[in-house]
T-cell receptor
Framework: NAGVTQTPKFRILKIGQSMTLQCTQD?????MYWYRQDPGMGLKLIYY???????DKGEVPNGYNVSRSTTEDFPLRLELAAPSQTSVYFCASSYKGALRNTEAFFGQGTRLTVV | GNSVTQMEGPVTLSEEAFLTINCTYT??????LFWYVQYPGEGLQLLLKATKADDKGSNKGFEATYRKETTSFHLEKGSVQVSDSAVYFCALIPNSGNTPLVFGKGTRLSVIA
């Protein structure tokens, strides 16, 4: 009954450091997403994936990288962290197929501060 | 392209008032439509959904009807409570193509006693 699991929940990075935000889902969903949400703002799509081995840029991909080597996992890599990347990051997954689409299920978020 | 337009917030209502949050969409074909809610300090959770024209989604006293003719999916509740204070997001996923979930910008609702 895990759904979408993100780790860590909180992190403080220094400018220029790198880190990977982990995301895993156990619902056999083909679509996975990474969003960022700045304070008081809506969601901005960073990257998404429609299946293992396939990734695409969203609205704000600069400064981030992703990979999708398995159906379950969709890690987000921050290289050379900058203060502008201070945000709350949400991972989500959904199923999209010929006969049905599910809603997106969200992780609990990772609150990242870059100082 | 695909897009979702929500009414700008914030919306402030007194307890037991009627709520409407407007949502219109642009999409190819017939998308699935969703309303998500985000309570303070939490992630997003699905509130309700509709997958075809004229479907009505409902949950926790909230309702929204998929109107193909007006490309709308307005969220309504007859009597809001303080506990409904949250940010509400309208979203769609197109039924064709490898296109991702699309969100509106969100509408913040504050309900005062």
């Amino acid at each position: 009954n895990a759904g979408v699991t993100q780790t860590p929940k909180f992190r403080i990075l220094k400018i220029g450091q790198s880190m990977t935000l982990q995301c895993t889902q156990d619902m056999n969903h083909n679509y996975m997403y990474w969003y960022r949400q700045d304070p008081g703002m809506g969601l901005k799509l960073i990257y998404y994936s429609v299946g293992a081995g396939i990734t695409d840029k969203g609205e704000v991909p600069n400064g981030y990288n992703v990979s999708r080597s398995t159906t379950e996992d969709f890690p987000l890599r921050l290289e050379l962290a900058a203060p502008s990347q201070t945000s709350v990051y949400f991972c989500a997954s959904s199923y999209k197929g010929a006969l049905r689409n599910t809603e997106a299920f969200f992780g609990q978020g990772t609150r990242l501060t870059v100082v | 392209g695909n897009s979702v337009t929500q009414m700008e917030g914030p919306v402030t209502l007194s307890e037991e008032a009627f709520l409407t949050i407007n949502c219109t969409y642009t999409a190819t074909g017939y998308p699935s439509l969703f309303w998500y809610v985000q309570y303070p300090g939490e992630g997003l959770q699905l509130l309700l959904k509709a997958t075809k024209a004229d479907d009505k989604g409902s949950n926790k006293g909230f309702e929204a009807t998929y109107r193909k003719e007006t490309t709308s999916f307005h969220l309504e509740k007859g009597s809001v409570q303080v506990s409904d204070s949250a940010v509400y997001f309208c979203a769609l996923i197109p039924n064709s193509g490898n296109t991702p979930l699309v969100f509106g910008k969100g509408t913040r609702l504050s309900v005062i006693a």
